[in-house]
């Protein structure tokens, strides 16, 4: 058997790929390692979404290129994103044997049998229909609770910033059938918890199912079974999705809701197509139907021509929905993006820096204060495992996504327990064991 090794950058969507990865290798005879010095062939599923994502993984070929050198037959690959958009760029770097674009997995087998000393394979097709939908992925992640189910691949929104629509192409919905089929295998394999994962979930459709009756198909699987989604895009989130989530209590109350910016104008410019107002009435939506519902975002500062003033529409946006958590990035201009053909990209970095300090700041404040409304009140979590400080305390997640901490020798990985917020940080809230 030939071991692989395969280090997972960017987002969720890219860890379910490269559980997909290991599924339709393991069909061919070859096996997992996690120890690179073993491994005959060594593999990065990438991330193009911003520049330093890609220079990180431009480092891990130079280091995978050591091992290369040292042992003959070493296959390195490049999977994923930045495998779509720099196709033959990386070949021509001699230091990779093996390209792989998002939709061309099941040719993986095939392309690793025909490399050989100077014949370097590549296959970076796009698919209008390729979902996976019929494999089933090899869990990756360690404890054994939590899994991703990937609904749909691709997207059509061409952000004027956004890579993604490029390096994943359109967007298909994957047949329901398969995707409740998944999550009765994951319930049926232990795990407590699925995070149902699109670019887009809310304009999932496969004939007459959309996202509001896939998610309530999928909770309505085994009610121990919590039911997660992201990523949602404000334009698209319907009444019917928020209604289902209100419905079932095996649907966690949190929706990642990324806002990018709270300006008008450059929403207008970011291709969007919503605008404040409209933000904050699905906000209102969202929160008059489920009060307890957490809300998250992504944001980024310094979009070509961004005044000061109109990035201070993003603070005050942040301020006005209160979010309890978010991440947020610097504009990072994506070569062939609409912005980058048709915006200079014309904030300077120190300004960039200076506006994400500051936006920072406010939602470490914005954290502290959603965590602090928190203490007192009791939750039920679903126990993750062990916490990193300390061995003899447990943790675990809110319905709305918040991490617990509390001491307890008597549960595991798995267990729903309730527990009771005694103190918080911004980042944590610190519970005991309440009495069920
Ligand atoms: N520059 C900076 N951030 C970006 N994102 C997407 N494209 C870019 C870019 N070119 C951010 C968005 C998105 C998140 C996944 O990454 O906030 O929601
Ligand atoms: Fe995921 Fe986007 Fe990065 Fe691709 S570019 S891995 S879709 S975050």
Redesign the pocket.
């Known amino acids: 058997m030939k071991k692989v090794y395969i280090e997972t950058y960017g987002?969720q969507m890219n860890v379910n790929d490269t559980e997909v990865v290991f599924s339709i290798l393991a069909s061919h005879g070859y096996e997992r390692t996690e120890d690179i010095s073993s491994a005959d062939v060594i593999m990065a599923n990438t991330c193009s979404?911003?520049?330093n994502a890609e220079q990180r993984i431009w480092g891990r070929v130079d280091y995978f290129n050591t091992f290369r050198k040292s042992r003959s037959g070493l296959v390195v690959g490049i999977l994923g994103c930045m495998a779509e958009r720099l196709k033959d760029a990386l070949l021509d770097t001699r230091k990779v044997d093996v390209v792989a674009g998002p939709d061309a997995y099941r040719n993986l087998p095939a392309l690793l049998e025909a490399v050989s000393e100077g014949h370097p394979q590549m296959d970076v097709e796009l698919s209008r229909e390729e979902t996976y939908g019929d494999i089933s992925p090899v869990r990756i992640d360690k404890n054994g609770v939590s899994a991703f189910i990937s609904i749909m691949r691709g997207c059509n929104n061409v952000?004027s910033?956004?890579?993604?629509p490029y390096t994943r192409g359109a967007e298909r919905s994957r047949d329901p059938h398969t995707i409740v089929r998944e999550a009765c295998d994951c319930v049926a394999a232990g795990y407590k918890e699925v995070t149902l994962l699109g670019q887009n979930v809310d304009s999932y459709r496969f004939e007459d199912v959309d996202f509001a009756k896939l998610l309530a198909m999928v909770a309505d699987v085994s009610p121990q079974l919590r039911v997660r989604f992201s990523?949602s895009h404000p334009k698209d989130i319907s009444d019917a999705v928020i209604e289902t989530m209100a419905s079932r209590p095996n649907i966690c109350h949190q929706i990642h809701l990324?806002v990018?910016s709270g300006n008008n104008r450059i929403l207008e410019k970011m291709r969007r197509r919503y605008t404040r107002e409209w933000y904050l009435g699905r906000v209102a939506k969202i929160r008059s139907v489920m009060p307890d519902c957490g809300i998250s975002t992504?944001?980024?500062v310094g979009?070509c021509s961004e005044t000061e003033e109109e990035f201070r529409d993003t603070l005050s946006i942040f301020e006005e929905v209160g979010y309890d958590s978010a991440?947020?990035?610097?504009?990072?201009?994506?070569p062939g993006?609409l912005?980058a053909r048709n915006y200079p990209d014309d904030v300077p970095a120190e300004e960039k820096t200076r506006r994400l300090n500051e936006l920072i700041e406010l939602q470490n404040r914005l954290s502290l204060e959603s965590n602090r409304r928190d203490v007192g009140k009791v939750f039920e979590v679903l126990v993750e495992g062990p916490s990193k400080r300390n061995e003899t305390d447990l943790c675990g997640r809110t319905g709305s996504g918040k991490m617990c901490v509390w001491p307890d020798t008597k549960h595991r990985a798995g267990d729903y327990v309730l527990v009771r917020v005694e103190d918080c940080s911004s980042a944590t809230l610190l519970c005991s064991l309440a009495e069920k």
């Open positions: 987002c979404i911003r520049d952000c910033y956004c890579v993604v990523t990324p990018q992504d944001a980024i979009f991440f947020m990035f610097n504009y990072s201009e994506r993006t912005a």
